[in-house]
């Protein structure tokens, strides 16, 4: 029979990190954060990975929201990761079935902490796809038949997306669960206010970065050298 090696949580095992200072556990870890989560370990049977979008129309400078019209509430497009799908398909896919809007990646400049790869060292400090934000939210253990569901934490991933001007909503395209999911087009001003204060944080956050980005990048426009037009040759010559 096979031997597991099993890690020691006693705290009594032979390595050891070094001492780490924490801050206050009341204390945000950013203006855009709660506090700090202590170090866990979750098996298999005690997480839920999920994807969101916050989808922008850069062309008008509305963004999708969605109304539950029969339980009365608003929602941003998100949902459960499917087995074998990645988090970025998962996002694409929860805001097409829910929005009705085929979505694409809206590159932006952010603060990921996510390393550059050795092929591109400044990718990380350009405008990039990865997850914005990561909400968590408990669910508690059930009873369902003869067995019981264990409690645990459901992790979304947030990403923005973008459709164009002209994109056409398409019909029926959610599950059968989600035939009352009316989709919207709205200013962000609005956005804030139907939401739920945990999205509406998220909107306010993405807003901020496709703002950030669209100055950046109209600045980066203007400081492009301009060709000098003494070294091109005339079309007379």
Known sequence: ?????????SGTGTSS?????FPAANQRMSEWSTPLVRDSSWADSNFLLGAGM????????KLVVVYESKKK???????????GESLEQAALREAYEESGYRVEFLPLFTQTRAPSPPSNPHAAYEPNTEPIYITTVAFP???????????????TFWYVGQIPEDAVREEN?????????????VDVNEALKLLCAEEALIVHYAWKLFCCTNVELEKRSREQPVEDAAST???AA
């Open 141 to 155: 253990a059930r009873h369902r038949a003869n067995r019981v569901s264990p409690a645990g934490e459901y992790l």
């Open 73 to 83: 509430y608003w929602f941003l497009p998100k949902g459960r990761k499917d087995v």
């Open 173 to 185: 395209t959610g599950m059968p669960d989600e035939v009352n999911f009316v989709t919207h087009l």
């Open 54 to 61: 916050v989808v922008i129309q850069p062309g008008s400078g």
């Open 17 to 21: 990190r070094p001492q780490r200072v």
């Open 1 to 9: 029979m096979a031997h597991v090696h099993k890690r020691s949580t």
């Open 233 to 235: 040759p005339s079309a």
